[in-house]
C-alpha cells in the first residue's frame, strides 16, 4: 500500500498571537505520525504540505517549522510545494524567504529549487516529479509538484500562475508516464469555480490549462492549498 498524507497553510508564526496556531500545527503533524504508527506503519508513506506552510515567510518561522517537520514519524516522506505566504508577507515578494523555502527544502533530501526563475536567464520552473512505490514493488504513484507563484510579478503572489514553459514541461511528464496514477501538488486552488473567480484562486488561464490536462492524461487527484 502507498499512504499519501496531505495538509495545507499551516502558517507557523513566531508572534505571541501565533502560539494557538502553532500548537495546532504541532497537534497536526503528531496525529499524522500517530495515525500512521498505528494504522498504517508497514505502507510506503509521503506526507505532502502544499504551501503557505510560514505566515510571513521569516527566518524564526522557517526555523519553528524544521523543528516540526522534524518531529514526523521518519518513515513518512515529507515533500513541501511553495505558497505566497512562504515567499514573503502574502501579496510581497522576498528573495530571502525564497531561499529559506528552498533550504528547508533541501533538508528533507528534496530539491527543487522554486526560486530559479529569478536567476538570470532562467526560461521558467520546471516541476519536480517522483515515484513513490510499495514495499512488495507493485504499486506505484506518480507525484507531481507545480510552483503556482514563480511566473508572478514580484509585487502580488496571491493569484497564482504556473506559467507557460512549466505547463509544457507537465504536459510531457504526464504524456510519459505510462499507466502509473498520477497526483499533481501545488497550493493554489486549480480547479473550475463559479464566478466571480476568488483573487487568491489559479490565474483563470491557467487554471483551464490545469483542468484540459488532468482530464486529458486521466489525473488521478489534485493536492491544493488556500
Same mark, same amino acid.
Given at each position: ?8 497553510? *499551516? ?6 498571537? =501565533?502560539?494557538? @496556531? @502553532? ?8 496525529? !499524522? ?15 505532502? *504540505? ?6 510571513? #515567510?521569516?527566518? #524564526?518561522?522557517?526555523? &519553528? ?6 518531529? !514526523?514519524?521518519?518513515? %513518512? ?5 511553495? #505558497?505566497?505566504? +512562504? ?21 528533507? #533530501? ?9 536567476? &538570470? =536567464?532562467?526560461? =521558467? ?5 517522483? &515515484? ?37 514541461? *507537465?504536459?510531457?511528464? /504526464?504524456?510519459?508516464?505510462?499507466? %502509473?496514477?498520477?497526483?499533481?501538488? /501545488? ?18 488561464? +491557467? ?8 482530464? &486529458? ?10
Amino acid at each position: 500500500m502507498i499512504t499519501i498524507y496531505h495538509a495545507s497553510d *499551516l502558517h507557523v508564526r513566531t508572534s505571541i498571537l =501565533g502560539y494557538i @496556531n @502553532n500548537r495546532r500545527v504541532q497537534s497536526l503533524l503528531e496525529k !499524522i505520525s500517530h495515525y500512521h504508527n498505528t494504522h498504517c506503519a508497514s505502507d510506503t508513506a509521503a506526507a505532502i *504540505l502544499t504551501g503557505d506552510l510560514t505566515d510571513e #515567510g521569516k527566518a #524564526g518561522e522557517y526555523t &519553528k517549522l524544521q523543528t516540526y517537520l522534524a518531529a !514526523i514519524d521518519p518513515r %513518512i516522506t515529507v515533500r513541501v510545494v511553495p #505558497g505566497n505566504h +512562504d515567499n514573503g508577507s502574502g501579496i510581497g515578494f522576498s528573495r530571502q524567504s525564497a531561499v529559506s523555502f528552498d533550504q528547508l527544502a533541501v533538508n528533507m #533530501g528534496f530539491d527543487p529549487q522554486f526560486i530559479n526563475k529569478y536567476n &538570470k =536567464g532562467y526560461p =521558467g520552473y520546471e516541476p519536480y516529479s517522483e &515515484k513513490f512505490t510499495d514495499s512488495t514493488g507493485t504499486t506505484s504513484v506518480l507525484v507531481v509538484y507545480l510552483n503556482s507563484c514563480c511566473e508572478d510579478g514580484k509585487e502580488d503572489f496571491a493569484t497564482g500562475t504556473i506559467g507557460m514553459y512549466q505547463l509544457n514541461c *507537465l504536459e510531457k511528464v /504526464l504524456a510519459e508516464r505510462g499507466d %502509473i496514477p498520477c497526483i499533481l501538488c /501545488l497550493h493554489h486552488k486549480p480547479v473550475d469555480r463559479a464566478w466571480p473567480q476568488f483573487v487568491m484562486d489559479l490565474a483563470t488561464e +491557467d487554471r483551464k490549462a490545469i483542468v484540459y490536462l488532468v482530464k &486529458k492524461y486521466n489525473v488521478g487527484a489534485i493536492l491544493s492549498g488556500h
